[in-house]
């Protein structure tokens, strides 16, 4: 069966980095591109871009350029978004999910999440 | 900020039909597929329509898409108390060098 499964919550402050990463299993990773979806407390949500599983090309939406990074390590099929210089304003639960293209996109599977949370 | 606009809520009594409308324009939905995703409360979002109106292996024959011009829309039938979440509508966006957006969600209570 499709897992994404998501590393766990994380406690920053200003300055720092994180990095979350989304371990897929139950089909082949290379097959499908991984996006990464935005959800800040009490809003919705929030599409970040998204990376080529097959040639690691990433893709970022406005706003989340720069600071922001997507990679993968296709050995253990694993996708990271790193995110720098965290910001209060970065405090959200960040999803990983499966992209198909198949007469449009759609997301299928989606990671369970990881809180980040940005504090002094 | 979302392109793709929905009413900030919706409800209707166990049994009642409940419609969501998602109103995009030519850029997204009019020239392209609407998803509707589902994310009850505590939860990761789950897809619920695809390709404008299919539904993915388990969902219930209950819940329908349509899509029409700019817009499109989400139906639940016989609704139940555990359809009680939030529904957000989702398209490809050809502006701006493209990008995906989400509707500005729906809230669904089940009175």
């Known amino acids: 069966q499709v897992q994404l499964v998501q590393s766990g919550s994380e406690l920053k402050k200003p300055g720092a980095s994180v990095k979350v990463s989304c371990k897929a299993s139950?089909?082949?990773?290379?097959?499908?591109?991984v996006t990464w979806v935005r959800q800040a407390p009490g809003q919705g949500l929030e599409w970040m871009g998204w990376?080529?599983?097959?040639?690691?090309?990433?893709t970022y939406a406005q706003g989340f350029t720069g600071r922001f990074v997507f990679s993968l390590d296709t050995s253990v099929s694993t996708a990271y978004l790193q995110i720098s210089s965290l910001k209060a304003e970065d405090t959200a639960v960040y999803y990983c999910?499966?992209?198909?293209?198949?007469?449009?996109?759609?997301?299928?599977?989606w990671g369970q999440g990881a809180l980040v949370t940005v504090s002094s | 900020q979302s392109v793709l606009t929905q009413p900030p809520s919706a409800s209707g009594t166990p049994g009642q039909r409940v419609t969501i409308s998602c109103s995009g324009s030519?850029?997204?939905?009019?020239?392209?597929?609407v998803n509707w995703f589902q994310q009850l409360p505590g939860t990761a979002p789950k897809l619920l329509i695809y390709?404008?109106?299919q539904r993915p292996s388990g969902v219930p024959d209950r819940f329908s898409g349509s899509k029409s011009g700019t817009s499109a829309s989400l139906a639940i039938s016989g609704l139940q108390s555990e359809d009680e979440a939030d529904y957000y509508c989702?398209?490809?966006?050809?502006?701006?060098?493209?990008?995906?957006?989400f509707g500005t969600g729906t809230k669904v209570t089940v009175l």
């Open positions: 999910t499966r992209a198909v293209d198949i007469e449009g996109y759609y997301f299928d599977y």
């Open positions: 139950g089909y082949t990773f290379t097959n499908y591109a």
């Open positions: 990376i080529n599983t097959n040639t690691g090309n990433p």
């Open positions: 030519s850029s997204n939905i009019g020239s392209g597929t």
């Open positions: 390709t404008n109106h």
């Open positions: 989702a398209a490809w966006d050809d502006s701006l060098n493209g990008s995906f957006v």
